[in-house]
């Protein structure tokens, strides 16, 4: 299994609150994503990153910030949680590019009240 | 409509059977093709990508067909572990944008013994 960590695994939170939610590889692989899992839809893009500080907005970006300062990490950062936001995130690394194999963290279950 | 469609199911088959899922997608200019497989709760992982001339896996097969723009998974003498769900992924371009990978919701898969 790819060295992928995801942290926290399960978190419960109040509307209007900051959350950060971390995303921590081992591979060295250049591109890693954020994603949001929902009844109905599938796995959306909310934002990627191709390198450190090179960040860019996927499909589900609005009320959503990424940062990522080493190539290990990836934060998710939710600036003012809302109960729309209630969802499973999924972290994803991929070496080269986006149409290489993406290997998932475990995700984590985020609810907003 | 949406841009890579599956039937939801859920397709619930006997151990041995053999089960096929497709999936539609909008673009006409997509150029890499997957499914995924998801248990209940856990990750995405790869399970196969799929070729113009159509792979296989033991028990899977893949099969792409441009011109009506579907792609196929068929799995074959179906086991109790094969349950699960099974995501088609579609990327649109060849220069690696994260933002053309495109996620089905998913084909429910529960094989009964």
């Known amino acids: 299994d790819a060295g992928i960590t995801q942290s926290p695994r399960h978190k419960v939170t109040e509307t209007g609150t900051p959350v950060t939610l971390r995303c921590h590889q081992t591979?060295?692989?250049?591109?890693m994503y954020w994603y949001r899992q929902d009844p109905g839809h599938g796995l959306r893009l909310i934002h990627y990153?191709?390198?450190?500080?090179?960040?860019d907005k996927g499909e589900v970006s609005d009320g959503y910030s990424v940062s990522r300062s080493k190539t290990e990490d990836f934060l998710l950062t939710l600036e003012s949680a809302t109960s729309s936001q209630t969802s499973v995130y999924f972290c994803a690394i991929s070496l080269r590019a986006s149409t290489d194999t993406q290997y998932f963290g475990p995700g984590t279950r985020l609810t907003v009240l | 409509r949406k841009e890579v469609e599956q039937d939801p199911g859920p397709f619930n088959v006997p151990e041995g059977a053999t089960v096929a899922f497709n999936c539609t997608y909008s673009n006409s200019a997509s150029q890499s093709f997957f499914w995924y497989r998801q248990d209940c709760r856990k990750e995405p992982k790869l399970l196969m990508s799929v070729y113009s001339s159509g792979n296989e896996d033991g028990r899977f097969t893949a099969q792409l067909n441009r011109a009506s723009q579907y792609i196929s998974l068929l799995i074959r003498d179906s086991k109790l572990s094969d349950s699960a769900t099974y995501l088609c992924v579609v990327t649109e371009g060849s220069s690696g944008s994260a933002r053309q990978l495109t996620f089905g919701s998913g084909t429910q898969l529960t094989v009964l013994p």
């Open positions: 990153s191709y390198g450190v500080k090179d960040t």
């Open positions: 591979e060295n692989h250049r591109y």
